[in-house]
């Protein structure tokens, strides 16, 4: 499940590591995720996991559900595209930027530089800009936790990660192993699930931004 809205998820500002909080819509969308969920599947979980920042850990806990931190399924580290949006960097660039196939190396430094960046509430939150993971990088990340989520399939185990989009794409592609470039065709929405399973012995998308 991907987690509640966020300000920088209504704006379009690339969200990696961040620490952006829900907000109030993100946080009655993850208790309606929650009731979502538990209607679909009503036996409890043998795992759940989220990713440690705190949009995934107050959706995970608004959901309902206890959660153990999994720092692989941390969102995409953007580098310097972080707290950026997609058209200030193709404005610079001279061209259009997507993050699926030029990653964060592609923009430029002037985008660079640590900061504090000042939320529509009035939070401040530390806002790293490195040099960010290729697409390469991220999706071995995603592709450990496919491998990891196969062998509880196997175990004949359910398993619920809350975590964010790009990095929960990619473990789906992993999943039915396609390319990592081809989760630029999925789009999930906050505080929507993807199912993950299996049919006659091969990994399938059971279902899509439910």
């Not at 806990?61 to 959660?67: E, K, P, V």
């Not at 990653?103 to 985008?111: H, K, M, N, W």
């Not at 999925?186 to 993950?196: D, Q, R």
Request: charged share 25%; aromatic share 8%.
């Amino acid at each position: 499940m991907r987690h509640g809205q966020t300000c920088w998820a209504v704006s379009g500002q690339h969200t990696g590591r961040t620490d952006v909080p829900l907000t109030d819509v993100g946080r009655q969308q993850a208790k309606d995720a929650g009731a979502r969920i538990r209607a679909a599947h009503p036996e409890p979980f043998d795992a759940v996991f989220t990713s440690p920042l705190v949009r995934a850990r107050e959706t995970a806990h608004l959901a309902g559900f206890d959660a153990l931190a999994w720092d692989d399924v941390m969102e995409w580290d953007y580098g310097r595209a972080e707290g950026h949006t997609r058209a200030q960097i193709s404005e610079v660039l001279g061209r259009p930027w997507n993050i699926w196939m030029d990653g964060p190396r592609a923009v430029p430094e002037q985008f660079g530089g640590d900061g504090v960046e000042v939320l529509q509430n009035g939070q401040q939150v530390d806002v790293h800009r490195g040099s960010g993971e290729s697409i390469d990088e991220v999706f071995d990340r995603a592709s450990r936790v496919a491998e990891r989520l196969q062998q509880y399939s196997l175990d004949g185990k359910d398993v619920l990660v809350v975590a964010h989009s790009h990095i929960l794409r990619l473990v789906a592609m992993a999943w039915v192993g396609l390319d990592p470039e081809d989760g630029r065709r999925f789009e999930l929405e906050t505080a929507h699930y993807i199912v993950l399973s299996e049919h006659k012995g091969q990994p399938v998308i059971e279902r899509w931004s439910a």
